[in-house]
């Protein structure tokens, strides 16, 4: 169990960490690059004064990641991502410290929430990913809990993304029954790479 605490640090995201588009009909394909940092707590979290998630329970760790990839945004709100992670758990934490890799996929979907502003959500099920460095490598694990804000450019061609509010993520791993709990937090940027699609103009 420790063990799996100690990596569950140790993946991306994203939550990770995508954007949407700047209009219902974008589409097009973006090159990601962002950032995270995560608590992780294997026994849960409790409530803060105001019904918020965000007191650990028991030993946590710390974990900070780097990630990149590709996302795709197919112009009805819906859209895939692809992405690659490098994430380090530094010392002092209860586990050790540990490097890891690995590779991430899921499907999302995208709402309006204000001017140039979305709020994308990670389709249920769909967040997999694969651990292929460090001491768990060849593991493969699953996220479910992710939702962001992101604005987007008036052209369409830049989109920032990040998690605006604390909510607690659930992490499985391949071989484990237990899942396990963080909450992170992260930003990322997006430029797209595929000139040659429509972009529609944010209202």
Known sequence: MLRVALFCSAIVVVST?????????LKGTYYLVGTQVCLVAPAGFKQDSNGNFTIPIGDTNLSQLTTEGRVIYRGDGT??????????VPPPNPYGAAVSAGTISYSFTYTREGDHEYRMTVKP????????????AGQQFSIEG?????????????LAAAIDKPFVQKISFSGSSDPV???????????LINESVTVGTAR
């Open 17 to 25: 960490v995508t954007g949407a588009a700047a209009a219902d009909n």
């Open 181 to 191: 709990s963080r909450v992170c937090t992260a930003i990322s940027n997006q430029s």
């Open 125 to 136: 099920g769909t967040f997999r990913g694969m651990l292929n460095a460090g001491p768990n």
């Open 146 to 158: 992710d939702s962001r804000l992101f604005r987007v450019s008036d052209d369409g061609k830049r």
């Open 79 to 88: 859209g895939e991502a692809q992405q690659n992670f490098v994430t380090i």
